[in-house]
């Protein structure tokens, strides 16, 4: 199984524009259409409720979302099996229970606290990255401020347009890899 994490970025490294969460109103039409397509070939999604609540998912019969909180009981009205969960099982439990059950493919769509969580865990193999050319100066980070030491490997990378939009994958090194 494959665990992807995906966010769109500024050259700045900004996820949101000035802590606005509406992304699709800087993001390129090219990574909107990008990530609809990965959106719509993925079962398996996992957010954070800070990436949950100001644009709830409506759950559908194509895919399973993961809401993860601290607090699932204030959900539990909008819990539908096998369609959208809220927990508060750890990101470690999560991939296990996805794994054990065959699955393909888990995309992890955000926000910076639930990628800090994965990425801490080791538990992400890749991160699709859209760079955007485009400064914002104030926003939020695809990680929170905690020391890490992560290491990448590029696999691909093509531009998405005339402006520049950049579409990365990159591959999470792990184990004997870091040694190479
Ligand atoms: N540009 C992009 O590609 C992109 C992608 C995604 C999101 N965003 C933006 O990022 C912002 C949200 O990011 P965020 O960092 O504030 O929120 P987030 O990571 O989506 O969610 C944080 C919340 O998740 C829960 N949580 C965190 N770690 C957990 C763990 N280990 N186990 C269980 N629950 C856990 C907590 O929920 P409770 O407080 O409920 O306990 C925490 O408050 C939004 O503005 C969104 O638009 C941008």
Same mark, same amino acid.
Request: proline letters at 4%; a neutral charge; one cysteine or more.
């Given at each position: 199984?494959?665990?992807?994490?995906?966010?769109?970025?500024?050259?700045?490294?900004?996820?949101?524009?000035?802590?606005?969460?509406?992304?699709?109103?800087? &993001? &390129?039409?090219?990574?909107?259409?990008?990530?609809?397509?990965?959106?719509?070939?993925?079962?398996?999604?996992?957010?954070?409720?800070?990436?949950?609540?100001?644009?709830?998912?409506?759950?559908?019969?194509?895919?399973?979302?993961?809401?993860?909180?601290?607090?699932?009981?204030?959900?539990?009205?909008?819990?539908?099996?096998?369609?959208? /969960?809220?927990?508060?099982?750890?990101?470690?439990?999560?991939?296990?229970?996805?794994?054990?059950?065959?699955? /393909?493919?888990? !995309?992890?769509?955000?926000?910076?606290?639930?990628?800090?969580?994965?990425?801490?865990?080791?538990?992400?193999? /890749?991160?699709?990255? $859209?760079?955007?050319?485009?400064?914002?100066?104030?926003?939020?980070?695809?990680?929170?401020?905690?020391? !890490?030491?992560?290491?990448?490997?590029?696999?691909?990378?093509?531009?998405?347009?005339?402006?520049? $939009?950049?579409?990365?994958?990159?591959?999470? !090194?792990?184990?004997?890899?870091? !040694?190479?």
């Amino acid at each position: 199984m494959k665990t992807i994490l995906i966010f769109v970025s500024t050259l700045d490294g900004k996820i949101t524009k000035w802590g606005d969460s509406k992304v699709r109103s800087w &993001s &390129s039409k090219n990574d909107q259409d990008y990530f609809d397509s990965v959106w719509n070939d993925t079962r398996i999604i996992i957010m954070g409720s800070g990436t949950y609540n100001p644009d709830p998912v409506k759950p559908d019969s194509r895919h399973h979302f993961i809401v993860m909180t601290g607090n699932p009981e204030k959900y539990r009205s909008r819990d539908e099996p096998g369609r959208i /969960e809220f927990t508060s099982q750890s990101p470690f439990s999560i991939v296990s229970r996805f794994e054990r059950e065959g699955e /393909e493919r888990l !995309l992890i769509v955000g926000g910076a606290h639930i990628a800090t969580s994965f990425l801490k865990d080791e538990l992400i193999d /890749e991160l699709w990255l $859209t760079l955007e050319p485009k400064i914002f100066g104030i926003g939020a980070n695809f990680v929170i401020k905690e020391k !890490l030491d992560i290491r990448l490997k590029l696999i691909s990378c093509t531009t998405a347009n005339q402006q520049g $939009t950049l579409m990365m994958k990159y591959r999470v !090194l792990h184990g004997e890899e870091l !040694l190479r």
